[in-house]
């Protein structure tokens, strides 16, 4: 059974870091591409940035420059470094792994404050 559990979120002044962990058991994050999504209050969920099987990695356009995904071998996990925050950033971001019918965390919340 594949189970995904993000950490990391909070309450941050705008400006400031994050950085999400969703650790992953049932799957190896070397054989699956990853998500990872946010929803913001009253908006439609999105992808915010993704990792391949291969390693490529891909972010939508508001977040480039500013967040980086990478995943930990290892540490069997995905994550999401979050810099220069900004209010517009809040919402609930979840993992997700592209495998079979798709699995998703159970989200953690991203609160910046101007």
């Known amino acids: 059974q594949v189970q995904l559990v993000e950490s990391g979120g909070g309450l941050v002044q705008a400006g400031g870091s994050l950085r999400l962990s969703c650790l992953v058991s049932?799957?190896?994050?070397?054989?699956?591409?990853f998500g990872w999504y946010r929803q913001g209050p009253g908006k439609q969920r999105e992808l915010v940035a993704r990792?391949?099987?291969?390693?490529?990695?891909s972010y939508l356009d508001s977040v480039k420059g500013r967040f980086t995904i990478s995943r930990d071998n290892l540490k069997n996990a995905i994550y999401l470094e979050m810099n220069n925050l900004k209010p517009e950033d809040t919402a609930v971001y979840s993992c997700?792994?592209?495998?079979?019918?798709?699995?998703w965390g159970q989200g953690t919340q991203v609160t910046v404050s101007s």
């Open positions: 990792i391949s099987v291969s390693g490529s990695l």
């Open positions: 997700y792994v592209e495998r079979g019918v798709g699995y």
């Open positions: 049932g799957s190896s994050v070397r054989a699956n591409a």
